[in-house]
Nanobody, 126 residues
Framework: QLQLVESGGGLVQPGGSLRLSCAAS????????ILWFRQAPGKEREGVSC????????NYADSVKGRFTISRDNAKNTVYLQMNSLQPEDTAVYSC???????????????????WGQGTQVTVSS
């Protein structure tokens, strides 16, 4: 079965950090562009960050630029999202998604991705 499994979410205080992981099963991530997106209560889904097949190119939403970092370890078939300086507005279910991609660019348009995981809850609260 083709599956993406997110982990690493939890409850953190404002200003804290979390590192999310997205692990692939049934396929190799190095053939795919990966997107992290989030769904917050009362808000539309937002494409947070994407990374190309080899990790050479990345793209970030303005809302997280400078605070979040996406990376991948293809040997471990895993993509990460390091989230620093977390704020209550970052509270959301964070999911990863995969699309057959190029080595040159990635898109944060969620509809471009064919597989996605079930998500992991991130709650930022004092």
């Amino acid at each position: 079965q083709l599956q993406l499994v997110e982990s690493g979410g939890g409850l953190v205080q404002p200003g804290g950090s979390l590192r999310l992981s997205c692990a692939a099963s049934g396929f190799t991530l190095d053939d795919y562009t990966i997107l992290w997106f989030r769904q917050a209560p009362g808000k539309e889904r937002e494409g947070v960050s994407c990374i190309t097949r080899s990790g050479g190119r990345t793209n970030y939403a303005d809302s997280v630029k400078g605070r979040f970092t996406i990376s991948r370890d293809n040997a471990k078939n895993t993509v990460y999202l390091q989230m620093n300086s977390l704020q209550p507005e970052d509270t959301a279910v964070y999911s990863c998604a995969a699309a057959r991609g190029t080595t040159f660019a990635c898109s944060r348009t969620i509809s471009s991705y064919m597989f996605w995981g079930q998500g992991t809850q991130v709650t930022v609260s004092s």
